[in-house]
């Protein structure tokens, strides 16, 4: 699918083809005295400056030409990031943590990405000439190509959470904050447009005796999906939860304050990641860990911990391919009458027949509707 795919001009036949790319804006305050006129009846010019003439520029002269993609870097070293820090990536290359600047041709090629290097992305970097009294680091010069990744539109901009991971640990909670099912719907679109295995983790079953959760557990049970029912602080569900972990590469997302950190550190204890208790007055989680890290685990595999979210609006995925992401959808889609059906409105659509007979669950179809009209919008 080609929203799963990164860009091909980097990855794909065209690599090495000269291509043209936006110029990055520059930051830097501009040279041109614009203060003539106050100047001048300042008396602080000598003599009016003469007329300047712009001339009009087309679309490919505000371009500047570059290769799409680079020569392969035999004998350079080459690693996962484990953290972005700011600017900085730490790269792991298996003896060591490397502290890397990011080349700026990657910048440029990625410029619709709200960062061009992502946690979990394998890289070749170079390792820059000793200097005295300073730490060795590196420049990250090429990004391997991603099997899979979880990401979400911020700022009008595609900012990837995690690269290359097996599988996503949806996490949500019965309470502070309440449960959100329409959210997990978002995720669970983003992890199929991604590549990616979901499984939904409800935190926090402690807090709450009504059969909400219980009952949106077993939805998404009936249609296929792994629900693990947990309460980090009781240990409730962490046993089934650790089983999921071994041999994978797991990244935990979801809202802020749901309980992320609480239960990695109840899954690996020497982790001892930050948490803290979500606001009384609005019910929302507090930002406490700030920056996706990927953690190697004692036995296998690795996790990767996410900063929490208030909203999550998906990206690169077109609002006509929804459909193909509600799984329970499929066996009923080849059944509409009009090959071009949106499922919403249409006469003839089999999915709305599945919903009225309880084929499908009107919860979930409603959320789709509102998915596919948000994504419209």
Known sequence: MASQMDNPKENGPDRGKKVRVDFRRKRNQPRRDKNWTQKYVEGQLEETPQRET????GEMSRKR??????????????GR?????GLIA???DGQQVWPCTIRRILRTLRIRDRHPVAVGDVVTFSIEADEPGLEKSGVIIQVQPRRSRL????????QVIAANVDRVVIVASVAE?????HLIDRYLVAAHAGNIEPVICINKVDLSDDQFAGDMAEMYRRIGYTVILACALRGVGVEELAACLPGKTTVFAGQSGVGKSSLLNALQPELKLATAVVSESTSKGRHTTTTAVLHRLPSSGYVVDTPGVRSYELADVDAHEYEMHFVEFQPYIPNCKFPNCLHTHEEGCAVKAAV?????DPRRYES??????EGLS
């Open 177 to 181: 904050p309440p449960l959100k099912p």
């Open 65 to 78: 030409t570059i290769k799409a993609g680079d020569q392969q870097f035999d004998g350079l070293p080459t």
């Open 368 to 373: 789709y509707v509102r998915l596919y009209e």
């Open 90 to 92: 730490e790269v792991d």
């Open 356 to 360: 009225e007979t309880g084929a499908i």
């Open 151 to 158: 990401v979400r539109r911020y700022a009008d901009r595609v």
């Open 81 to 85: 990031v484990i953290a972005m820090r």
């Open 54 to 57: 712009l001339i009009p520029k």
